[in-house]
């Protein structure tokens, strides 16, 4: 059988929560515990226009990067060849002084001919990879692509600050400066 079954009846008091350590919920409660979530969704989203904004910087730095760094990458490749292209400039530079002595001597037609040819074809090659020489006689002097290397007297006032002869020509490599041109200038 079971021991104690008469226990005392409990009450329905004993049972009840007591509300007397909470405060009391004020209509001003409620309105400062929404000012509180307002602030803090504000700060929230405060955070979130930083971040968005990091992001958006970083997202054009990296733009810019990858801009710059396609820039670069076809410069090289346009001046690869440089190297080569400048040692064959100083062969050019013969084959020029070759040509004037040809034209003005008197030498068979027909070897002068062939002569003049293989320094065309060999002017040619060497535009269709980019070369251009630059034509500075009877120009104003421009040290972005000439170099001076004497002064002469000039009678004609037109000629002064001029390029009077043109030593050395000067030559871009897809329109990359790769020799300065060395010229005499009109004083």
């Known amino acids: 059988m ?3 079954e008469s226990k005392e009846p409990v009450e329905a008091e004993d049972f ?3 509300n007397e350590n909470l405060p009391p ?3 001003q409660d409620v309105l400062n515990e929404t000012e509180e979530e307002s602030d803090e969704t504000e700060k929230l989203q405060q955070e979130l226009a930083e971040q968005k904004e990091k992001y958006i910087r970083l997202f054009a730095e990296f733009d810019n990067y990858k ?10 490749r346009q001046t690869a060849g440089k190297e080569v292209i400048v040692s064959m400039l100083e ?5 020029d002084r070759a040509e004037q002595q040809l034209k003005e001597s008197n030498i068979e037609d027909a070897l002068k001919e062939g002569v003049l040819l293989v320094f065309d074809k060999f002017r040619k090659n060497l535009q269709s990879k980019g070369l251009k020489s ?3 006689l009877h120009t104003d002097f421009d040290v972005e692509k000439d170099e001076a290397v004497s002064e002469i007297h000039v009678d004609d006032k037109k000629l002064k600050g001029k390029v009077v002869a043109e030593l050395q020509k000067g030559y871009y490599l897809n329109d990359k400066l790769i020799r300065f041109a060395k010229v005499v200038v009109g004083k």
């Not at 801009?67 to 090289?76: C, L, N, P, Q």
């Not at 062969?91 to 084959?95: A, G, I, R, T």
């Open 67 to 76: 801009r710059r760094t396609s820039k670069e990458a076809i410069e090289v």
């Open 91 to 95: 062969v050019l530079d013969d084959m």
């Open 2 to 4: 079971q021991e104690n």
């Open 25 to 27: 919920e004020s209509p």
């Open 16 to 18: 009840s929560i007591e």
């Open 134 to 136: 630059i034509n500075t």
